[in-house]
């Protein structure tokens, strides 16, 4: 979908004879804006957060993908860390 719309946004500065530099300079612009948000949300999709309990601590754990046996694991160490930040 980002690349349509950079491909789009080439081609309408095309027709105004703008410079091909300048072209690939907003398409790739154009590129990152929708891709870089959208790679985002696909990675927090598959991100679990564990957090300390203790009220005021600032203590968390992030996974990405993992099985239940490891995220039980973390769950359990973010409860019972000695250090509360």
């Not at 600032?58 to 490891?70: I, K, N, W, Y």
Request: charged share 15%; hydrophobic share 45%.
């Amino acid at each position: 979908m980002s690349a349509a719309f950079a491909v789009w946004t080439g081609w309408s500065l095309h027709a105004y004879n703008v410079p091909v530099s300048l072209m690939l300079t907003a398409a790739l612009g154009v590129f990152n804006a929708v891709f870089g948000p959208a790679a985002d949300l696909a990675a927090k999709a598959g991100t679990v957060t564990h957090r300390c309990r203790e009220s005021g601590c600032t203590f968390r754990v992030q996974l990405t993908g993992p099985d239940s046996g490891e995220s039980r694991r973390w769950q359990e160490i973010a409860a019972q860390h000695p250090h509360h930040l």
